[in-house]
């Protein structure tokens, strides 16, 4: 069979790509999992972040957790940001972004988290389960 495009992934991304243009194409869309969109989501199926979307999206993050805890489809896990010294800006930026809001990080050595990390990784932002947890 001929087709006019091929898309690779059958993600959310992909899938969606070959649904908006399918009407007007032949469209070939190839995935390396077993089903399509196995890792289709980075967030809510497979890795639930407070800190998800930046301030402005965070209220909606945080919101979300009742419900899906609800359904037992969170684990408290909690996460950890870890820079070189080039990145301190990125750093810096990411505590202040998330100062006037309800979620906590706070500054750690990365290397205390993560046994044999190299040793220029030094900069670290926590952040830990939430606290209804």
Known sequence: MIHDIA???AGIAGASL???IGRDARVLLLEAEDQPGYHATGRSAAFWSETYGGP???PLT???EAGLRAHDVLTPLGS???G???DAGAIDALLAAFAD???ALARVDPRDYVPGLRADWTL???EPRPASW
């Open 101 to 103: 809001t309800p979620v």
């Open 18 to 20: 070959a649904a908006a």
């Open 7 to 9: 898309i690779i992934g």
């Open 56 to 58: 402005g999206i965070q």
């Open 84 to 86: 070189r010294a080039e």
């Open 62 to 64: 945080s919101a979300s």
């Open 80 to 82: 950890l940001h870890i």
């Open 124 to 126: 670290g932002v926590i």
